[in-house]
């Protein structure tokens, strides 16, 4: 028996109890349905505003991965750029030059000097660099108590082809600073020309 019909028992009991006429009980339990009716109207209508009042679903767009296409570095011109590597002062050694967005970098790569360290590969990684036009400028760390400064040019050979040994020349004076056990530094200066090496990607067949 659901609660309608109980409360409708309940009333009609109360009905032979207090002797009220029988259609005067029957308002009544119309009135009470009537106002059960109303009242599960208005649940249900507030459930659906709240419905209606949901925001949408947000759909979120995926991008194909295999659409995007990675950056593409641009290949470097040899006829402009002179990243490269360089010959040094003895045979084997070598400085080794890049240029990335107008920014001088690089080493340079030498045999040890002392008893310590010597025929050993020391490399000098260059402190500060400059590249205005075709003047290099740069100045190496100190390892082993020993640095490196250059001030010179750089330009190509004539006759030469880009790849091909000796096509730049890197000219200048080049200072050599050493401090000694008790830090008093020593600087020896020399005249240079430095070749690049040969280049095969860059060597017109």
Do not use: E, N, Y
């Given at each position: 028996m659901d609660y309608s019909e109980s409360r409708g028992s309940d009333v009609?009991?109360?009905v032979g109890n207090f002797d009220i006429p029988r259609s005067h009980a029957m308002m009544v339990l119309q009135e009470f349905g009537m106002t059960r009716a109303l009242l599960v109207?208005?649940?249900?209508?507030?459930?659906i505003s709240s419905l209606a009042q949901a925001p949408p679903p947000v759909t979120v767009a995926h991008q194909d991965?295999?659409?995007?296409?990675?950056?593409?570095?641009?290949?470097?011109?040899?006829?402009?750029?002179?990243s490269g590597t360089y010959s040094f002062l003895r045979e084997g050694e070598f400085v080794d030059l890049s240029v990335d967005d107008g920014q001088l970098s690089g080493f340079i790569s030498r045999f040890g000097l002392t008893d310590s360290d010597k025929d050993q590969f020391i490399d000098h990684f260059?402190?500060?660099?400059?590249?205005?036009?075709?003047?290099?400028?740069?100045k190496t760390k100190t390892v082993h108590a020993v640095w490196y400064e250059f001030d010179g040019t750089i330009a190509t050979v004539p006759g030469k082809q880009p790849g091909e040994e000796g096509y730049r020349l890197l000219a200048g004076k080049l200072t050599m600073y050493k401090a000694d056990v008790i830090g008093k530094e020593q600087a020896s200066v020399r005249t240079v020309e430095f070749k690049s090496f040969p280049d095969s990607k860059h060597i017109r067949k």
């Open positions: 009609l009991a109360d109207a208005t649940v249900c209508l507030g459930w991965q295999s659409t995007v296409s990675p950056a593409q570095s641009k290949p470097r011109d040899p006829s402009t750029d002179i260059l402190d500060k660099a400059s590249l205005q036009g075709d003047h290099v400028t740069f």
